[in-house]
């Protein structure tokens, strides 16, 4: 059975740093590509991220390039969204996904002085 | 950017009553992929491919279209289906999702 479950949210300032942790079990990590989408309260989904399976290629939406990077260590299964100058519009859940069949069950961020 | 329009935005159905979900694409997609999100819950993978139904759902679900126009339908509506329904396309970066349809049970 796939599971990925992430970590590392919580309440930080504007203008902080914070890094998400998505750790995956149940399927042979190494060979798929990963997404970060995320989700504002009472809002829709937006996808945000994605890495290749090799980190060959990574890919952001506009709303977080420059500011959000992607990464993977496949050694530990596990998938990171390292999060750079937060803004009070990045607050949301924050879902790991493989493919669009396997979804963890989110991690909240929320930016607010 | 591919821009998908959902419609309707809110509809509601009884008990065994068919249902059908739009989503139309800004451009040409290859694919559409539909999920269902409950209160508090994951999204959940409905339909893949456009028209292939995910593992363990229930076939009343059911999903069409080509091009820039997709649907999904739900053949008997039951209780258990109130939920937001989204429409994805991952042909093209960014994977861009509908803006959501949420349907209740009369």
């Known amino acids: 059975e796939v599971q990925l479950v992430e970590s590392g949210g919580g309440l930080v300032k504007p203008g902080s740093s914070l890094k998400l942790s998505c750790v995956a079990s149940?399927?042979?990590?190494?060979?798929?590509?990963m997404h970060w989408i995320r989700q504002a309260p009472k809002k829709g989904l937006e996808w945000i991220a994605l890495?290749?399976?090799?980190?060959?290629?990574?890919y952001y939406a506009d709303s977080v390039k420059g500011r959000f990077t992607i990464s993977r260590d496949n050694s530990k299964n596990t998938l990171y969204l390292e999060m750079n100058s937060l803004r009070s519009e990045d607050t949301a859940m924050y879902y790991c996904?493989?493919?669009?069949?396997?979804w963890g069950q989110g991690v909240m961020v929320t930016v607010s002085s | 950017e591919i821009v998908l329009t959902q419609s309707p935005t809110t509809t509601a159905a009884s008990p065994g009553e068919k249902v059908t979900i739009t989503c139309l694409a800004s451009s040409s997609v290859s694919n559409m992929y539909w999920y269902q999100q409950k209160s508090g819950a994951s999204p959940k993978l409905l339909i893949y491919s456009t028209s292939s139904l995910a593992s363990g759902v229930p076939d009343r679900f059911s999903g069409s279209g080509s091009g820039t126009s997709y649907s999904l339908t739900i053949n008997t509506m039951e209780a258990e289906d109130a939920a937001t329904y989204y429409c994805?396309?991952?042909?093209?970066?960014?994977?861009?999702f509908g803006s959501g349809t949420k349907l209740e049970i009369k």
């Open positions: 149940g399927f042979t990590f190494s060979s798929y590509g």
């Open positions: 890495i290749y399976y090799d980190s060959s290629n990574k």
């Open positions: 994805q396309q991952w042909s093209s970066n960014p994977f861009t």
């Open positions: 996904a493989k493919s669009g069949a396997d």
